[in-house]
């Protein structure tokens, strides 16, 4: 079983949907917790990055992190087709041992 | 892009060859890493440096080293590639006060060992 695991997809909605992005994870130690997006032959971008539980907003996007379920999310609201791409769940225990998912791929359909 | 250049962006090699890629950055920071990015695995730390001649290894170290003897440079080496090492190759530093959850990642180098 993985660390870390991350439905691969592919999701694609229409144009202005909420968008849902889950990963589970098996290590109860972890308490950092990133969402990446990548696009397609690019290198992974920071969206969003919490410690510990709870939410946190940042426009469009919403991370939530439930360590009781082991389980995080990454919600995006009023998704718009610049929102295409896969997106990647890390979390961490220690700050240099972070642990990937294996991407989620999104396509936001005009 | 926090100033993140990788070298060369491809490159086929063939088995039992020595290949080394490149990181350069440009603004001085102390933490770089390796990762390597494979369908179905996600990204999978190789080694990291926290500093000019400081490195460890990571998740997938094995059949890799690396070196860092400037600030500005970390390179990978594989000293015999094998066709499992075929993948895309992503560098990265840390920005944040918190080292390795605020990470900035390069463009990638893509690898294929035939």
């Known amino acids: 079983q993985k660390e870390v695991e991350q439905d691969p997809g592919p999701l694609s909605v229409p144009e202005g949907a909420i968008v849902s992005l889950n990963c589970t994870y098996s290590n109860s130690a972890f308490q950092y917790f990133m969402w990446y997006r990548q696009y397609s032959r690019k290198g992974p971008e920071l969206l969003m990055y919490t410690y510990s539980s709870g939410n946190k907003e940042d426009g469009r996007f919403t991370a939530q992190v439930d360590k009781s379920s082991k389980y995080i999310s990454l919600f995006i609201r009023d998704s718009q087709p610049s929102d295409s791409a896969t997106y990647l769940c890390a979390m961490s225990e220690t700050p240099n041992d972070m642990r990937f998912g294996a991407g989620t791929r999104l396509t936001v359909k005009p | 892009d926090a100033g993140i250049t990788q070298s060369p962006r491809h490159k086929v090699t063939e088995t039992g060859t020595p290949v080394t890629l490149r990181c350069h950055q440009t603004?001085?920071?102390?933490?770089m890493y390796w990762y390597r990015q494979d369908p179905g695995h996600g990204l999978r730390l190789i080694h990291y440096?926290?500093?000019?001649?400081?490195?460890d290894k990571g998740e997938v170290s094995d059949g890799y080293s690396v070196s860092r003897s400037k600030t500005e440079d970390f390179l990978l080496t594989l000293e015999s590639a094998t066709s499992s090492q075929t993948s895309v190759y992503f560098c990265a530093i840390s920005v944040g006060h918190l080292v390795n959850t605020e990470a900035f990642f390069g463009q990638g180098t893509r690898l294929t060992v035939v």
């Open positions: 603004e001085n920071h102390r933490y």
């Open positions: 440096s926290y500093g000019v001649k400081d490195t």
